[in-house]
């Protein structure tokens, strides 16, 4: 959102917002869904996508259906396969390009891969993205590849797998593989509001009404999709990766995930925010050794 577009939704969200904060509530929640544009936003990211394009054709694409519409799925095979298969999921803004890798890594390792692109993200159809359409997203996945040995998720993604795994929607399964990892993700989706309602000047009640949209479409209120709830209730070994200087999403959420317990491990990797954290050799060798079991695990800066 440019910094004048932010003022018009500012001044136009707070004027409704005195006049009906549950019109105003909902109006936030669809522009909080409203996915970005999927152009790259510098000539240095263009470049690295154009460069992951290479890889992404030798993958084996197949579109999926969801309840509104197809995302792209993408299945990378190794040249010897040592028997696992897991999913990786980008995180909001971003697609199955940016993850290449970790995805690299693990194909290298011997690992089968699977990774999907988000509804409004990367190839798949539409212009928004909430936790229901996410975790469809996870479902259709499973469904046609899994069960998965592992899923790896960034940012909102890594709050997606979790979701999933946990079943905390009644219309999806729960799809629990043998491990999972998160990289840079919030633990709390009411937090995740609260910084958007505060960065559109949102009033209390406004924000409240914004939460109560999620309890209008998923049957369920906001805090069932708090990640470190459902790491604690799961109890699946967990590996969770942050950095401390990650200005997107605070380092408390990986803190709140580690007391879930002790089959969650907390890995920092300081100096490398938030999106960086994912493009890393060393994050990407990081989660392959944790999935392989592998003597070379180890911490991160």
Known sequence: MTSFSLQVTRFGLGLLGRIDAGKAGRAAFRIFCRTPSRKPKTKAYAARLEQASNELSQAKRLDL???????ATYLFEPDIYVGRTSLVVHGWGSRTADMMTIIRELVARGERVVSIDLPGHGASAGRTLNMIQAIAAVDVAWRQYGPFDAMIGHSFGGAVIVNAAAGSLGCYRSHRPAKLVTIASPHSMAGVFDGFGKMLGLGRDVRIAMKEQVR??????????????HLRRMTIPTLVIHAHDDKEVPAICAEMAGKAGPHVKVHWANGLGHRRIIASAEVASLVADYLDDGPRLRLVA
């Open 65 to 71: 259906i969801i309840d509104r519409g197809l995302i």
């Open 216 to 229: 209008y479409i998923a049957a369920h209120p906001i805090t069932d999709f708090d990640t470190d709830v």
